[in-house]
């Protein structure tokens, strides 16, 4: 699979600034629409969350404060959402290239989700910038941070591809995955610090792999709080175990896929 | 020589789902709730390196079924094809254009999606752009492109990056004639260049013109198969007989009917034969052909008998009637009522195809047909002759002074 993506580098190339460069055409700020569309989103939640809603993580009372660990929670789950919910069509809306041509699939979803990347690598730009600014930058564990953009790329693409090839067959499966983000926005700590949870729900949310994703980005970040090695360690099981979800279901559905669009 | 093309039992079927719940219903349940299409059956051909191929059929037959699987877009269900080398598909010339992005933006993508690299497309671009004609719209965004410039790009993308086999479908009627032209030179050019060309069509004289070999697709078989002359003409020729099928065509007269309707003349019988005397149903082009005509005037009958012959091509277009009493009373009388009329095409210039004889018993005013045999005698001609049209008009070529 990674040898199939390698090889058309340059049609993925193609695929993602038709992507980028194809969402933005013909508006006048261009690109700037996916650092501001971003910053809206945090600043609303900050309003509503820490001001209206009294929130707070750890013990600082600071509004501002409440901003930065909600960013970078919020960075990684937005490019996760959208590459999953863009990419459930991203066959169904190349269908014409997918009839024509022999096509490596692989590369359709692998374009959405990197695209998404691209666009949480910018944020992720300002984010620092913002940081180093307010000098709440922590340099010590920041090197990781690539080390989690490769395990969310692989557990992105993973299921990227596996709801891709579902919603062939079943066009529910778009409207499924659109409630089930709904969902698990609420049961990963993204709004509320981890801590806050007890009893049943603090096992649910550690049953999420999601939750120690947004955990170990909130470390690398701002140095604390520590998320727990196993829950980081379970994440990363799970990224892998979604690639070779999303692998077999390719290999079982790609014969009959292209019939059905 | 190793076939640029093999095609060996190929079938395609594919499962045809009421609807989503079936198709629930058969992935989940694995309950078997579909029907099967078989847009393919048991298809073998090759396609040696530097032949130009045809495939013909109506509309339905499978040939984009055919071409999606060779271009590789599509899994046969069973048996196998091969294809040596990059084949470029020209199925649907402007499929991935995108239309915001300019033309140039278009080209390169389009590379990208035949696996090339960026220095591979850069290699072909400016190529590309001059047999477009596109210079000055090149950086324009396609949607502001004519529908004439659209194919023109298309068409100079789908041979810009020198494949090895070309597919063309349904490709050729692009632009204005002029730019026709240069299409159909250029895709000459890869024939002497040793380019194998898989060649769908419904321009008939294109591909008897163009291709060496040809097969005939009919709902998902080979109807014919060799050389893409004669593959055409049987192919016409089932054409036409298909379309004279649908117009209505009167019945012979029977024996009962005949009573009923107190007819008082009738053929009787009919033999086609050749200068020899020697009944036949196969002529090439320019041979003599004699057609014996046995009739019964009865007693009822008034007037000086006659008979008509019709030399009808199987599309329903009459190509001439010999009347008997133009050339003078030549029905010889057998006995009373019964007379033999024979008359003697020496040269029948036919293009070749299926024809067949009506047979009509008139008398000399010719106003009234007493009776009529339609389809008396069918035959078919063969000919070498690359012309169109019915007959070969004698003719020749002279230089004006």
Redesign the interface.
């Known amino acids: 699979m990674f040898a199939t993506l390698l090889y ?1 580098k ?2 993925i ?3 993602v600034t ?1 992507d980028v ?2 969402r933005y ?2 508006s006048i700020i261009g690109v700037f629409w996916s650092i501001l569309n971003p910053v809206l989103q945090l600043t609303l939640y900050t309003v509503v969350f820490s001001t209206v809603m009294n929130m707070r993580f750890g013990d600082d009372p600071s509004w501002g404060r409440f901003a930065l660990y909600l960013f970078a929670a919020l960075l990684p789950w937005m490019a996760l959402q959208e590459a999953i919910i863009r990419s459930s069509r991203s066959f169904i809306e190349n269908a ?8 490596p699939l692989e590369t359709l979803p692998f374009s959405v989700v990197f695209s998404s990347f691209i666009h949480q690598l910018l944020g992720t730009v300002v984010f620092v910038l913002v940081l180093i600014a307010i000098q709440a930058f922590n340099t010590r564990f920041f090197a990781l941070v690539f080390l989690l953009f490769v395990f969310q790329i692989v557990m992105t693409y993973g299921l990227a591809v596996t709801v891709a090839c579902l919603n062939v ?4 499966i778009a409207q499924i995955i659109g409630v089930l983000f709904m969902l698990m926005f609420w049961i990963t700590p993204i709004v509320y610090p981890k801590n806050r949870a007890t009893g049943l729900f603090q096992t649910l949310l550690n049953c999420n792999p999601l939750t120690h994703m947004v955990e170990a980005y909130r470390f690398v970040f701002l140095g604390n709080p520590t998320p727990s090695a196993w829950g980081v360690l379970y994440w990363i099981m799970f990224s892998f175990g979604a690639y070779l979800v999303g692998q077999f279901v390719l290999s079982r559905t790609r ?2 896929l ?3 669009l | 020589m190793k076939p640029a093309v093999r095609v060996s039992q190929l079938s395609k079927v ?2 045809l789902y009421w609807g ?1 719940r079936s ?2 219903k058969e ?1 989940v349940l694995r309950v078997p709730s579909h029907q099967q299409f078989w847009a393919l059956k048991e298809i073998s051909f090759e396609v040696s390196e530097g032949e130009a191929f045809g495939i013909i059929g109506e509309n339905g037959a499978g040939k984009t079924t055919l071409l ?1 699987i060779l ?5 046969p269900t069973s048996g196998s094809a091969n294809v040596q080398g990059k084949a470029s ?1 020209l ?2 010339l402007t ?2 254009f ?1 239309p ?2 300019t033309g140039r933006e278009n080209i ?2 389009s590379g ?7 220095s591979q497309i850069q290699e072909s671009e400016s190529e590309i752009i001059a047999f477009s004609e596109l210079e000055e719209f090149i950086d324009k965004p396609v949607k502001t492109y004519s529908s004439g410039m659209h194919v023109r790009l298309g068409f100079a993308l789908a041979t810009g990056f020198d494949p090895s086999i070309l597919v063309i479908d349904e490709a050729l009627a692009v632009g204005d004639q002029r730019f026709q032209k240069k299409c159909t030179d250029r895709i000459l050019n890869f024939k002497r260049k040793g380019c194998t060309i898989l060649f769908c069509s419904h321009n008939l004289y294109q591909v008897k013109t163009l291709c060496e070999r040809a097969i005939w697709l009919k709902k998902g078989r080979i109807a014919a198969q060799g050389v893409a002359q004669e593959v055409v003409d049987r192919y016409t020729d089932y054409v036409r007989e298909d379309e004279s099928k649908s117009s209505p065509v009167s019945s012979p007269a029977v024996e009962s009917d005949r009573d009923s309707k107190r007819q008082i003349c009738w053929i009787e019988k009919t033999v086609l034969s050749d200068a020899e005397h020697r009944p036949r149903s196969e002529f090439e082009s320019g041979d003599p052909l004699q057609v014996d005509i046995w009739c019964y005037f009865g007693p009822g009958f008034e007037g000086i008998p006659a008979v008509a012959v019709a030399l009808v091509r199987n599309d329903g277009v009459c190509v001439y009637t010999a009347s008997s009493n133009t050339a003078g009373d030549s029905l010889r009388q057998e006995s009373l009522h019964h007379y033999h009329a024979r008359v003697v095409f020496p040269e029948t210039p036919l293009l070749s195809g299926r024809y067949y004889l009506n047979v009509v018993a008139t008398d000399q005013e010719k106003l009234q047909a007493y009776d009529i045999v339609e389809r008396a005698q069918t035959f078919t001609v063969s000919s070498t002759d690359r012309g169109i049209g019915l007959v070969r008009l004698h003719h020749y070529w002279i230089e004006p002074k």
Not at chain 1, 96 to 103: E, Q
């Open positions: 058309n340059y049609l190339r193609e695929l038709r460069r194809g055409v013909g014409h290239l997918i009839k024509k041509l022999r096509f067959f079943f066009r529910d014969r009959e292209v019939d059905l | 594919y499962k989503p198709l629930f992935m999606q271009a590789g877009a599509t899994f598909a199925l649907e499929a991935g995108h915001d992005f390169y993508f990208a999606l035949a696996g090339l690299s960026r």
